[in-house]
């Protein structure tokens, strides 16, 4: 298992930009493929982003493709999610989870460690 901490999320303006910081803990971090999910209001959580155990591959939601950019350091453990051109589309609650696999996977069924999540909140 891995414990998994997201920080970064807050209010913004449409158009502007955030990044969310997913620290982790856990020596298997770096074997790992990880994920950012999010769940808007009364909707069900949908899957944003994933990047590989190496970071060589990413996948994107259709949504997000072109704005957000996932990234992930393992010497610091951490996995980043910059988001800009922000809709007020995106406002949601932020997860970050990670993978069973190495390889990049949109399925949340495959994500087995999930953080408490962070608002992102984007004003019109």
């Known amino acids: 298992q891995v414990h998994l901490e997201e920080s970064g999320g807050g209010l913004v303006q449409a158009g502007g930009s955030l990044r969310l910081s997913c620290a982790a803990s856990?020596?298997?971090?770096?074997?790992?493929?990880m994920g950012w999910f999010r769940q808007p209001p009364g909707k069900e959580r949908e899957f944003v982003a994933a990047?590989?155990?190496?970071?060589?591959?990413?996948k994107y939601a259709d949504s997000v493709k072109g704005r957000f950019t996932v990234s992930r350091d393992n010497a610091l453990n951490t996995v980043y999610l910059q988001m800009n051109s922000l809709k007020p589309e995106d406002t949601a609650v932020y997860y970050c989870?990670?993978?069973?696999?190495?390889?990049?996977?949109?399925?949340?069924?495959?994500?087995?460690?999930w953080g408490q999540g962070t608002q992102v909140t984007v004003s019109s």
């Open positions: 989870a990670a993978s069973r696999r190495g390889l990049a996977t949109v399925a949340d069924a495959d994500f087995e460690s």
């Open positions: 856990g020596r298997t971090f770096r074997t790992r493929a």
């Open positions: 990047i590989s155990w190496s970071g060589g591959e990413t």
